[in-house]
């Protein structure tokens, strides 16, 4: 294994501390320690983990419902960002839903996000609307969507 090829797994309970610490300073409504146990065992939630040599440096979380799925959070560690980590976890899950018999994928991202309005524009998202003040005051939320077929 290549040091800097992240494995990606689904994560396990002895992830959420190491989950946690990664949302600490980059998500707005960070998820408890009880959001991501049932988000790890809940078998309608699906969450990912990227492994580099034993870290784990970023993690997706998402909910499905019926053959729709909604992605919640995806976190890179702030100092291994850039490296395609993102791509590999969104392909990954992008894969495992689409195994899983997943028609249609929807999420929501602040509009002045630029690298996640990125990751999710080149993995085939596309907006379908917008929610103004949605993050707080000037902070609108942008509706993406991607068909699985
Ligand atoms: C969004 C986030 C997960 C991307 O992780 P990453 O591992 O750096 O992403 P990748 O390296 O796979 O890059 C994916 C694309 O994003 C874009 N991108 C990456 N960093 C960027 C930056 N600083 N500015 C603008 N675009 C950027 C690039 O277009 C890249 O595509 P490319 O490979 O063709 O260049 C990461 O920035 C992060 O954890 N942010 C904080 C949490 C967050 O905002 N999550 C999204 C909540 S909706």
Redesign the pocket.
């Known amino acids: 294994m290549n040091e800097s090829e992240p494995v990606i797994r689904s994560a396990d309970l002895s992830d959420i501390k190491r989950i946690m610490a990664l949302e600490e300073g980059?998500?707005i409504h960070p998820w408890t320690s009880g959001d991501i146990e049932t988000l790890i065992t809940d078998c309608n939630k699906e969450c990912l983990v990227a492994d580099l040599a034993g870290e784990v440096v970023?993690y997706v979380g998402a909910e499905t419902v019926l053959d729709e799925c909604n992605i919640g959070?995806?976190?890179?560690d702030k100092d291994?960002?850039?490296?395609?980590?993102?791509?590999?976890l969104m392909d990954n899950l992008l894969n495992d839903l689409k195994n899983r018999g997943i028609k249609k994928i929807f999420?929501?991202?602040?509009s002045n996000?630029?690298?996640?309005m990125?990751?999710y524009g080149?993995t085939g998202f596309v907006r379908y609307g917008q929610r103004r003040d949605y993050y707080g005051q000037g902070k609108d939320a942008v509706l993406m969507s991607k068909d699985l077929c």
């Open positions: 980059s998500i970023g959070n995806i976190v890179v291994r960002r850039g490296r395609g980590i993102a791509t590999i999420l929501e991202v602040e996000n630029a690298p996640a990125a990751l080149k």
